[in-house]
């Protein structure tokens, strides 16, 4: 019989936001795999170091970073490769991925690959988005409003229009286009905004917008709520 494949959400960092379950998978694994940087580091498996088995053995998959789409497609081909080795051979494979699998995760490339042919669960994880709403103190949606995500990537004129219309905005993966952000919420009058960076981790960050720095890692987030409060009125 073939292996089952897993793809565990970890979490926005913090080890203690692990899920039971996700611990259980992961402390009894044959097989583990993770994205990495080309540099070979992984931040999906810092997060699980110290619950992955000594004996494990351990796939990791470099994605290039960059925005061409080729490279990258090539890594998840080649890491979905590697792990069917071990699922044909009758080995569970528990594949990390930060945040939640399905929720902007790495897990979902390879789930596209390989569960049409083996038998795959998916364990969801705690998300940087309520993770950032909790160590801000700011709620992000109450009664019939509707949340807008928006990726920082999002070209100028798109975002301005989405957030234009939105009630509460979480915009992700800030990174490099923090300078264009705060373009769009300066000309809509939405500087009154909350940025976090590396959320539940040591070196968080909490602060305004306005008292952000000019420049931020990928892992940052800003929230925006229209009005004061709203979750009290």
């Known amino acids: 019989m073939s292996g089952t494949l897993y793809g565990i959400g970890l979490g926005p960092g913090d080890p203690e936001l692990m899920t039971l379950k996700a611990y259980r998978l992961i402390s009894g694994a044959e097989v583990v795999a993770y994205p990495a940087l080309e540099d070979g580091e992984s931040f999906a498996r810092s997060i699980a170091a110290d619950v992955i088995p000594e004996d494990a053995a351990e796939i990791t998959i470099h994605i290039p970073m960059t925005v061409e789409r080729d490279p990258a497609q090539a890594a998840y081909d080649q890491g979905a490769a590697d792990i069917a080795v071990h699922l044909d051979a009758g080995r569970d494979v528990v594949v990390l991925c930060e945040g939640d699998p399905f929720f902007y995760g790495s897990f979902m490339y390879l789930f596209a690959r390989l569960s049409g042919k083996y038998e795959t669960e998916v364990v969801p994880g705690v998300t940087s988005v309520t993770t950032c709403a ?100």
């Open 134 to 233: 909790a160590v801000s103190g700011r709620p992000l949606t109450a009664r019939n409003e509707v949340l807008t995500i928006i990726p920082g990537p999002l070209e100028e004129t798109a975002m301005r229009d989405r957030i234009a219309v939105a009630e509460a905005v979480v915009i992700m993966k800030v990174g490099r286009h923090l300078p264009k952000i705060r373009r769009v919420l300066s000309a809509l009058n939405l500087t009154n905004a909350a940025y976090i960076e590396r959320a539940s981790l040591p070196n968080q960050k909490v602060m305004a917008l306005d008292d952000a720095p000019e420049t931020a890692p990928y892992f940052s987030m800003i929230l925006v709520t229209k009005g004061q409060d709203p979750w009290l009125n």
